[in-house]
């Protein structure tokens, strides 16, 4: 049987037709199930199906240095940012300033739990099981190892990312200044500076990240541990990609 080959524009194809000793890569359409044989892509393009044009996968430039470099800048301002103070109020003499751990335990004080939990679990918990899963995935890649327990982490990371809500949070905290000011002085802390850095950073994780280069380096890691295994070569034509993604 014929299969269709996924489809990309003439100049981002490297070699769309597999070589006789490589076996023959498939992937399945995620809106129309098409079945297609993949192709090979330049850096930074993209492969849609033949019949619906959906996405098929893309191939990133450079995508896990990339992702791994904003994770790390990502996680420094985190950590500011759930430090110091978001910002400081000064009325009649006096000074008081409010952590983001602060203000949910004043919410929570305050009778508004279902609040105060959603903020927790969007602006805190979901950012740093996020973060945390990308540095234990990527820096074993970078290094040429293969993370334990990858497979969790990867369903991880798809369950906690639509979870992570900074840029909600950044605009509810800057309405809440724009009403503050009107009765009281409202200082900007460095946490409020940090989240603003901190939701340009995850964009750029979200926009760099590509799980299909993920699980391509880790099937490769899995195929050479298992050929030193078992004490033969991995030839170059063994390597294979996963469809995952």
């Known amino acids: 049987m014929k299969l269709p080959v996924g489809h990309s524009a003439d100049r981002c194809c490297e070699d769309p037709q597999p070589m006789a000793t490589e076996p023959v890569k498939l992937i399945a359409c995620h809106d129309c ?6 192709i090979d892509l330049k850096p930074g393009c993209t492969a849609t199906c033949r019949r619906c044009g959906s996405v098929l996968y893309r191939r990133a430039t450079d995508s896990i240095n990339r992702t791994l ?30 952590t983001l751990f602060e203000s949910v335990q004043s919410l929570w004080n305050q009778g508004m739990k279902p609040v105060s939990t959603v903020v927790f679990l969007t602006a805190m918990v979901a950012p740093a099981v996020e973060l945390a899963s990308m540095g234990y995935l990527l820096v074993p890649i970078k290094l040429g190892r293969l993370p334990r327990r990858y497979v969790f982490l990867m369903q991880t990371l798809r369950y906690v990312q639509p979870w992570g809500m900074i840029e909600v949070l950044m605009l509810g905290v800057l309405v809440s200044i724009v009403k503050l000011t009107q009765n009281f002085k409202v200082i900007p802390g460095v946490a409020l500076w940090s989240f603003g850095i901190l939701t340009l950073l995850l964009a750029a994780v979200a926009a760099c990240f590509s799980p299909r280069d993920v699980w391509e380096r880790l099937d490769e890691g899995e195929r050479a541990k298992n050929a030193a295994a078992s004490g033969r070569q991995l030839q170059p034509g063994e390597k294979t990609r996963a469809a995952h993604g």
Do not use: H, K, W
């Not at 199930?33 to 993949?38: A, G, P, S, T, V």
């Open 33 to 38: 199930d098409l079945l297609q044989r993949e």
């Open 69 to 98: 470099a904003f994770t790390v800048a990502a996680s420094v301002f985190f950590l500011i940012a759930n430090i110091f103070p978001i910002f400081a109020i000064r009325a009649q003499g006096d000074y008081s300033a409010i």
